[in-house]
């Protein structure tokens, strides 16, 4: 009951906000307030047919991250050729503006300004993208060598222990290499004896202490996501 009264309150004051913007003809805060409500078709439709601002517009796309709410503004800015060109110059870079889908719906007898020049813009940005995002893989690929090469290098060094190494499991000292009891040395720096490793019989070893210690990491992360 009391989300419900929290939820018709906030409504209230957003409607109250919106009658109060929509009597000043403050547009802006129209759309923002429209977007918060949901009703990001009417908040569209005055960016397009009142403010014809073309940057308000793709962030309102961007913000509700609505792939849908791309296509509806692309079909209503189809009426105003200067808008259209707006578009074609700001769309690149975007999760939600698929400059694709826009050139694609231009028809033959609208007349865009510029047209040519845009084109090879929208062209010659995104080669160049392409060209970032190989680079990135190749910077990527050698930081990814380099790091299993010193993984290796880690993993070839010794483990030292000494007849005084106390067992993790049952505290007892493990008494040296080559005594009467198996041992498992972890490159953690853990040292067991293998008796006293959960289900030892089964041959395959993982340290406890740090296979708990990131279990209780991922449920502390899990919790942490939940609102």
């Known amino acids: 009951m009391l989300q419900t009264n929290t939820d018709w309150l906030s409504n209230y004051v957003l409607e109250t906000a919106l009658a109060v913007c929509e009597k000043r003809k403050l547009f802006k805060e129209m759309v923002y ?23 308000v517009a793709i962030n309102l796309v961007e913000e509700q991250k609505d792939p849908g709410l791309w296509i509806e503004l ?3 800015s189809l009426k105003f050729p200067q808008f259209v060109s707006g578009l074609l110059d700001h769309v690149g870079g975007g999760s939600f503006v698929d400059a694709r889908l826009l050139i694609e719906s231009i028809p033959c007898d609208i007349d865009i300004p510029d047209l040519k020049t845009k084109l090879l813009r929208i062209v010659s940005d995104y080669a160049l993208e392409v060209r970032l995002r190989k680079g990135t893989e190749k910077i990527l690929l050698s930081d990814l060598v380099s790091l299993l090469d010193q993984l290796v290098m880690d993993l070839r060094v010794s483990v030292e222990s000494s007849p005084d190494d106390k067992c993790k499991g049952c505290e007892n000292r493990l008494c040296g290499i080559g005594g009467d009891q198996e041992i498992a040395l972890f490159y953690c720096g853990h040292k067991f004896h293998v008796s006293c490793l959960p289900n030892s019989g089964s041959g395959s070893f993982q340290c406890p202490i740090c296979r708990s210690k990131n279990q209780i990491g991922k449920l502390g992360a899990k919790k942490r996501k939940k609102p």
């Open 33 to 55: 307030l429209l977007g918060r409500m949901g009703n990001t078709a009417r908040a569209l439709d005055l960016v397009v047919f009142e403010m014809q601002d073309v940057q």
């Open 74 to 76: 692309i079909k209503k």
